[in-house]
């Protein structure tokens, strides 16, 4: 299972990749922006992506986008990690396809939770 | 009012000096009159072109509705939004120094617990212990295993939330962001009120007081009053005989 971790701060990045460490997940990559992400996602090999929404290059909710519209990536899981709490943010990321919605600041406990959610449900299809 | 070029005003010059060497006061009355009005239309024409030009720039800046905002609800937000960081960063300060506060123990207590069996395992290795002591010692490990676990566990949870306590960074990172945008737009705008203003002013040469406070430097390596670290502070006391 490789994990790519998307967001414009590295603090950010770090403290995730931490925290799925400690949840079993030893193989993730990171990226600073949406606009870095594609080029990794589109090489291949990614089964799951946690990505931020405000970021200065492509947004996260436009990397979502592509990667709904495109055939190789639409079925990929993503979670959207963020410090966008507006309803129609949410509504707009959920509409556009998003797996799971965490809000900044998060509790480890938060992050387990929704990854095994969106687990669950891909074994269950 | 009719406006004169030069060569309108040449002559009408040349009339008045006429009219003066002739001494024909009516005359000298009506060519200064001619030369007076060609001055006061080249006046109004200047007068006109500024008050033409101020009156864009102020309609520039009244049609600039940002600059309203900027004041009534931009420089309100950012004193919040800085007000936010502070907050921000104190909670996650206090946060991990308080799991700080909770781990030092249990280290401490591993490291204490363990202190003594080292002590008793030796004298069981000089065979200095007998079998009853051996048996205490083997009950005393027994309850002393589980406990390592369960204190090792707590040290990684209160680890891991530390971890979490650091997300602060993005937070206030982002709200800083935002914060430095409006600053350029306050910035841009200043700018264009200076323009205005007309006259191109020499930026002030303050001199600064060294003594005054200031916190922690930011450009500290551009700065050659000011030292980088401890081992700088430590060499100039040193050099100054402290």
Known sequence: ?125 | MEVFNKAEQLEAARALVNAIEQDDDARIKTELMVLTNARESDLFQQIGKLTRELHEALNDFKIDARLIDLTHKDMPDTRDRLNYVIQTTEEAAHKTLGYIDKTLPLANELKQTAAKFIESWQRFRNREMSAAEFRELSREIEVYLPGVNTRADEIHSNLSEMTLAQGFQDLTGQVLRQVIGLVEEVETNLVKLVKIAGQPQQPETQTTDPLKAEGPQINAKNKPNVVNGQDEVDDLLSSLGF
């Open chain 1, 1 to 125: 299972m490789k994990i790519l971790i998307v967001d414009d701060f590295s603090t950010m990045r770090r403290i995730i990749k931490n925290l799925l460490r400690d949840l079993g997940f030893n193989n993730t990559i990171e990226a600073d922006d949406g606009l870095t992400a594609l080029p990794i996602l589109n090489a291949g090999g990614i089964d799951f992506l946690i990505t931020d929404w405000n970021m200065p290059g492509t947004q996260g909710i436009d990397l979502l986008k592509t990667v709904r519209a495109d055939a190789k990536l639409s079925t990929m899981p993503v979670l959207m990690v963020t410090a966008e709490t507006k309803r129609e943010q949410i509504i707009e990321a959920a509409q556009a396809g998003v797996n799971g919605y965490i809000v900044k600041p998060f509790t480890a406990a938060t992050l387990k939770e929704k990854i095994e959610k969106i687990f669950e449900r891909i074994n269950a299809q």
